[in-house]
């Protein structure tokens, strides 16, 4: 099923806004099994042909939400070590996830079929930037000459995130900051040098 809207009139920016920043409030508040297209178009202040003109499905406005919602991709700093730059990505990724929204799109991302739509616009939207960011870090490093330069980019990006959507989707367990900044990150990035370097 197609969910993302045909092409029609222009879109209100003013409505849009409302409708994504209610779908927001209204899952910090109840969660995303008791949000409804009623629900948010009440209130937003729209009505649900509104919505409905945009998205035909509210998992692609969950989507929508959230990418409006999160930071832009954390980009490398020339002046920071590999390891602070990593460091940086995965406290950025590991907030995104301990809020609602985040935690929101991992469930749906999960149930998601590769080809769907809404699992495609996760990866283009939000994925592929920051793993694209995550490349050049590791492709300046190699350079600079600081890690090996026969090292799988592929594998290695893997090595470093993984663990964080483990995390999150199989022992469904958050990450403190405090706790993140001191022992876990800096483990997991630790080890991850130390087999490229």
Do not use: C
């Not at 907030?95 to 935690?103: E, K, P």
């Amino acid at each position: 099923m197609n969910l993302r809207p045909s092409a029609g009139r222009p879109r209100s920016e003013e409505s849009k806004n409302a409708i994504l920043n209610a779908t927001i409030e209204l899952l910090n508040k109840s969660g995303y099994p008791a949000l409804t297209i009623e629900g948010i178009a009440s209130h937003a202040g729209v009505s649900k042909a509104t919505i409905y003109r945009w998205w035909n499905h509210k998992t692609l406005l969950v989507m929508d939400a959230f990418i409006m919602l999160i930071a832009p991709p954390v980009e490398l700093r020339d002046e920071e070590t590999l390891r602070e730059n990593f460091l940086m990505q995965l406290t950025a990724l590991s907030n995104v996830f301990n809020s609602t929204i985040g935690r929101t799109m991992l469930s749906i991302i999960s149930e998601s079929a590769p080809d769907s739509e809404v699992f495609k616009a996760f990866y283009s939207q939000y994925i592929s930037p920051r793993r694209a960011t995550a490349r050049r870090i590791l492709q300046a490093s190699i350079l600079r000459g600081e890690v090996r330069s026969d090292i799988d980019i592929d594998v290695v990006l893997d090595m470093i995130y993984g663990p964080i959507y483990f995390r999150f989707l199989i022992h469904k367990r958050p990450l403190e900051t405090s706790y993140l900044e001191t022992s876990y990150l800096v483990t997991l990035i630790d080890y991850t040098l130390q087999a490229i370097r």
